[in-house]
């Protein structure tokens, strides 16, 4: 059963940075793109930025490119996002899914996302 554990999340003042890491278990994720999403207190979840099985070229949503980068270590079954400059508006609750098998990002989300995570909380305020 595919599982991924979402971890590194907390309290950060704007400015400041967090990364958050994003284990993935039951599953061989070499054959997946793994994508990062956040929702919002009130609002729906939305895609954050999402990293293929091989191509080297990362997706991101506009409101984090720059700021976050998203990376993959599949030795570790680890994919990472790492933000920077955070806003209060980046104050959410952080998932990753894993696309469908064989297909690569659809821009920056997966596609067909589906085994999400629990979540881990960023909240960024002063």
């Known amino acids: 059963q595919a599982q991924f554990v979402e971890s590194g999340g907390g309290l950060v003042q704007p400015g400041g940075s967090l990364n958050l890491s994003c284990v993935a278990s039951g599953f061989t994720m070499d054959h997946y793109a793994i994508g990062w999403f956040r929702q919002a207190p009130g609002k729906e979840r939305e895609g954050v930025s999402c990293?293929?099985?091989?191509?080297?070229?990362?997706f991101y949503a506009d409101s984090v490119r720059g700021r976050f980068t998203i990376s993959r270590d599949n030795a570790k079954k680890t994919v990472y996002l790492q933000m920077n400059s955070l806003k209060s508006e980046d104050t959410a609750v952080y998932y990753c899914?894993?696309?469908?098998?064989?297909?690569?990002?659809?821009?920056?989300?997966?596609?067909?996302?589906?085994?999400w995570g629990q979540g881990t909380q960023v909240t960024v305020s002063s």
């Open positions: 990293i293929g099985q091989s191509d080297p070229r990362p």
């Open positions: 899914a894993r696309g469908r098998l064989g297909y690569y990002c659809s821009g920056y989300v997966p596609y067909e996302p589906t085994d």
